[in-house]
């Protein structure tokens, strides 16, 4: 069973940045595709990003892509949601989680050993 702790919200202003760390335990992290979500208040959780196991193949959905970046060190069993020039839009509660079945990266049923989250707040 692999364990998944995020770090590195907080509040910022708007144009800001933050790094999302993700530190798994547990199991061999080196062989797992990772994803990032977030959810808002009253919304469904969506994707943000996420990045193949061994080749390190990144996917973004179309609202982050050319602000943020999602990359992983095996070495430190940790992924990293990178999230440059922030809108207030930004602000959620950001996951991360193991993808556990084949299917689209972008589909939050094929993840599971989600972490607890972190909050993000971008103010205007």
């Known amino acids: 069973q692999v364990q998944l702790v995020e770090s590195g919200g907080g509040l910022v202003q708007t144009g800001g940045s933050l790094r999302l760390s993700c530190a798994a335990s547990?199991?061999?992290?080196?062989?797992?595709?990772m994803g990032w979500f977030r959810q808002a208040p009253g919304k469904e959780r969506v994707f943000v990003a996420a990045i193949s196991s061994s080749e390190g193949i990144t996917y973004y959905a179309d609202f982050v892509k050319g602000r943020f970046t999602i990359s992983r060190d095996n070495a430190k069993n940790t992924v990293y949601l990178q999230m440059n020039s922030l809108k207030p839009e930004d602000t959620a509660v950001y996951y991360c989680a193991r993808k556990v079945l084949i299917g689209r990266d972008n589909f939050p049923l094929n993840y599971g050993s989600w972490g607890q989250g972190t909050q993000v707040t971008v103010s205007s």
């Open positions: 547990g199991r061999t992290f080196s062989s797992d595709d």
